[in-house]
């Protein structure tokens, strides 16, 4: 059962070094906030797990956080590479990343096969394809059906999975909407979860394609207004498309990244601050 909590503690209980950790959201939604705190806490040896690593893993990596990167794309959204990724896979920089790399449908299945209590899942999507080659965690299988040769790919299973949404109720119940990727199979997957959300209400109104995240389901649940901030929260605040722009030339540079995470995330005391910081720099557009 959700208690409603602040961030520093959801994450200090939750969040352990070693863990496997997802944080999800598509586009939108993503948890910045979240995964700040968990550099601020200097967390360590985590194995990150996302369908589109972008910024946000882009600075976890560069802070040291990440052991290993489970993925299916990785890059800067409309801008270019992630240059503190591509550091610690090329280069060791702040230490070896070991990757893992699926397809979209690969990632979204295994989601899937853990909330589902399966071991695996299988597709058609790897067949005639040279991933399985670099991928140990991809595997031919024989339909017993068929006799339709297939791969299958085994369940993701987190330690934690931590997601942003719009909202939540006073017992710990979630709702979002809008594009919602993945986010609820990857919750329902995990072992432990961690949801950031914009406000808290009494009452959700009925809303499209609305999704709720039952209390019963999560562990922790903390208020962060602009927690997906620089990604965007539908009906609450827009994409912020030149701060993606921005970081290009600070990720580029190793003392030039540093210094930023120790200005704008190890040097504040939450989200808030941060994003004081990163206005009074001048890279808030919005």
């Given amino acids: 059962m959700a208690e409603i909590v602040g961030l520093r503690e959801a994450v200090a209980e939750i969040v352990a070094d070693g863990d496997s950790v997802a944080f999800e959201g598509f586009t939108h939604l993503i948890p910045f906030a979240a995964a700040h705190e968990v550099i601020r806490q200097k967390k360590k040896d985590l194995t990150l797990i996302r369908m589109t690593p972008d910024l946000v893993y882009d600075q976890m990596i560069g802070a040291g956080c990440a052991r290993k990167l489970v993925f299916s794309w990785g890059g800067n959204p409309g801008v270019g590479s992630l240059h503190r990724f591509r550091d610690a896979v090329e ?156 970081w290009d030339p600070v990720g580029r540079d190793r003392d030039g990244f540093e210094s930023w995470i120790e200005r704008h995330v190890l040097g504040v005391e939450d989200f808030a601050e941060h994003l004081e910081s990163i206005r009074a720099e001048g890279m808030v557009k919005q």
């Avoid at 299988?122 to 595997?139: C, F, M, Q, S, W």
């Avoid at 329902?188 to 949801?195: C, E, H, L, N, P």
């Avoid at 394609?209 to 901030?229: C, E, K, M, R, W």
């Fill in 91 to 246: 280069k060791g920089w702040p230490k070896p990343l070991e990757i893992e790399e699926h397809s979209h449908a690969g990632m979204a299945n295994r989601y899937v096969a853990g909330a589902s209590n399966l071991p695996f899942a299988v597709l058609r999507g790897y067949v005639g394809t040279d991933l399985p080659k670099v991928t140990e965690t991809i595997a031919p299988i024989t339909c017993p059906f068929t006799g339709e040769e297939l791969m299958a790919v085994p369940a993701l299973t987190p330690d934690v999975a931590v997601v942003h949404a719009q909202q939540a109720d006073r017992k710990g119940n979630v709702a979002m909407w809008g594009i919602t990727g993945i986010q609820k199979e990857a919750v329902f997957s995990a072992k432990r979860s961690i949801v950031t959300v914009e406000e808290v209400v009494d009452e959700f109104e009925p809303r499209p394609f609305q999704t709720i995240l039952p209390s019963v389901a999560l562990d922790a649940v903390s208020v962060v207004p602009n927690g997906a901030y620089p990604s965007y929260a539908h009906d609450y605040y827009p994409r912020d498309n030149a701060f993606y722009e921005a």
